[in-house]
């Protein structure tokens, strides 16, 4: 009864239902989603190694020794030297876990060809900041001892 | 003669869910979005160090030097010579002062050389605290800097 009624008035109203057309609208979400599927890129993750640049000292003499301090030399080619003495990154590990375990605040003097690589820098430092080494300067050869 | 009522029923899909799962994809998409690597050089592949620390939060002041396999430097996009990255070091320095950090974004194949004049022009100033960066995990296998 009441539905009958209800239809009667619509008719003599002319109501119709109000609907929002949501065609145009999914069209600009898929192209939304679309784009940002397409732009998207993974991203790296960027990890940071800190160092020491100990300002250059017109005074100070190049074979001047500190006791104690631990010396890396980086040459051309990948290759290092520990303390003088020619040496692979594996075994280089091993003793720099020797020196980590007296004292991780050992000061590690890195002393880079200018020559070498940027690639062997980095993998001395994060040689150094997996045995948890973190007193880390970083020094340049001069020309004639680094090309050795 | 029996006649048999047809009930005619309208197929709809329901959008509503379908509406809601991709208003959430948009969503996770504009928030993951990373606006801070337009300044990024994508010609500067960092080598990899597994065991470098990660920075949860980047100081707003760091000033970031990239230097290219070719040992040409850039602030951001824009390119530097070395007298260039001296002034900007310099006018950094007297404006915000020597604390700052500097991160130096090396390429694999850039020699020492390179560096050592993005790290000199840093010393020179009074900034010693110098940051490498280095690829902690790569996002996709081929890039990434490892020999």
């Keep these: 009864m009441a539905r009958k009624r209800k239809r009667k008035i619509r008719e003599k109203t002319g109501d119709q239902e109000a609907e929002m057309p949501m065609t145009p609208m999914i069209d600009v979400v898929f192209q939304l989603l679309i784009f940002f599927i397409v732009t998207l890129r993974p991203i790296d993750v960027i990890g940071h190694l800190d160092v020491f640049r100990p300002a250059p000292d017109p005074e100070a003499r190049p074979e001047e020794q500190i006791e104690d301090m631990v010396r890396i030399t980086v040459l051309k080619n990948h290759r290092f030297m520990l303390n003088q003495m020619r040496t692979r990154l594996d075994v280089m590990e091993q003793n720099l876990r020797k020196i980590a375990s007296r004292s991780s605040r050992q000061t590690i003097l890195i002393q880079c060809a200018e020559a070498s690589s940027h690639y062997s820098l980095v993998a001395v430092l994060d040689l150094c900041a997996k045995v948890g080494l973190v007193n880390l300067s970083v020094v340049t050869l001069p020309p004639a001892r680094g090309s050795s | 003669m029996a006649r048999k009522r047809k009930k005619q029923y309208e197929a709809e899909i329901n959008m509503t869910p379908m509406i809601d799962v991709v208003f959430q994809l948009i969503i996770f998409f504009i928030v993951t979005v990373n606006l801070d690597q337009e300044s990024i050089l994508e010609a500067i592949t960092l080598p990899v160090a597994p065991y470098s620390r990660e920075e949860p939060r980047k100081d707003p002041r760091q000033i970031t ?34 604390n700052i950090p500097i991160l130096i974004r090396g390429d694999v194949h850039a020699t020492h050389k390179y560096i050592r004049r993005a790290m000199d022009a840093c010393a020179r100033v009074g900034l010693y605290r110098i940051k490498f960066a280095a690829m902690k995990h790569a996002a996709t296998e081929h890039r990434g800097g490892g020999r």
């Design chain 2, 65 to 98: 030097v990239q230097v290219d396999r070719r040992g040409r430097y850039y602030i951001g996009s824009a390119p530097y010579d070395l007298r260039g990255l001296n002034m900007v070091l310099k006018n950094t320095v007297r404006r915000a002062g020597a």
